[in-house]
């Protein structure tokens, strides 16, 4: 069974400051893939990033990195210099099966930023 | 840019009373999902399509929940009767055919906010 644990209900930051949200992931399988996925109060989900089990290279994208690490079943995303508008609802999700791409995701983490 | 529609957005309703959801998947996209995201939660898979054809829907109610996608092109999820505990949103996504090659990524639609009185 596929499981990805959030165990960050909410984290406020003061504006400018970096912010790490942590995510633990299970999983039997060998090919997976792993998301972010960010939802602001207007509800819809936004991605963020995709990265697939053999590929543990860290990913920057502006003011966004993540870190996979699968020796710890981690993929944990940081906000460099955060901002208002980072404020969301942040979501880990797994895929486990290769061609079945249903998603699981963990409870997610509540970001408020403040100004 | 092609985007997945759903109506409504927000849905008031008493229980006892059906309500039904509908979705508009991105032209060309064979599977369809449908997830329920309960407040405090995150999204979870209810059923799942392969053009007209239920792929998954373990997790689905029955007794009270029944999808369709006739056509293979858009959907309807529907709940009769509605129970408190179904207040939740309801969110569509679709994405290319299964073994298709390469990851298939899934374009979520905006969602529909059902509360129950």
């Known amino acids: 069974a596929q499981k990805v644990t959030q165990a960050q209900t909410e984290i406020s930051v003061v504006e400018k400051e970096d912010v790490t949200l942590d995510c633990v992931y299970e999983?039997?399988?060998?090919?997976?893939?792993l998301f972010w996925y960010k939802q602001p109060p207007s509800g819809e989900l936004v991605f963020l990033i995709r990265r697939n089990s053999f590929d543990e290279q860290n990913e920057i994208s502006g003011r966004y990195s993540w870190n996979f690490q699968k020796s710890t079943s981690s993929f944990n995303f940081t906000i460099t210099a955060s901002q208002v508008v980072d404020s969301a609802v942040y979501f880990c999700?797994?895929?486990?099966?290769?061609?079945?791409?249903?998603?699981?995701f963990g409870t997610g983490t509540r970001l408020t930023i403040i100004p | 840019e092609a985007e997945v529609a759903q109506s409504p957005r927000y849905k008031i309703t008493e229980k006892s009373q059906a309500v039904a959801f509908w979705c508009d998947p991105i032209?060309?996209?064979?599977?369809l999902y449908w997830y329920r995201q309960i407040l405090g939660q995150g999204p979870e898979l209810l059923v799942q399509?392969?053009?007209?054809?239920?792929?998954?829907d373990s997790q689905l109610p029955k007794d009270r929940f029944s999808a369709e996608r006739l056509k293979g092109v858009d959907s309807t999820l529907k709940i009769q009767p509605a129970e408190l505990g179904d207040s939740a949103m309801y969110l569509c996504?679709?994405?290319?055919?299964?073994?298709?090659?390469?990851?298939?990524?899934?374009?979520f639609g905006p969602g529909t906010r059902l509360t129950v009185l």
């Open positions: 999983t039997r399988d060998t090919t997976y893939y």
């Open positions: 999700a797994l895929s486990e099966d290769f061609g079945n791409e249903k998603l699981t």
């Open positions: 032209s060309g996209h064979a599977t």
């Open positions: 399509f392969q053009d007209e054809s239920v792929v998954d």
């Open positions: 996504a679709s994405s290319l055919a299964r073994g298709s090659g390469g990851y298939n990524e899934q374009f």
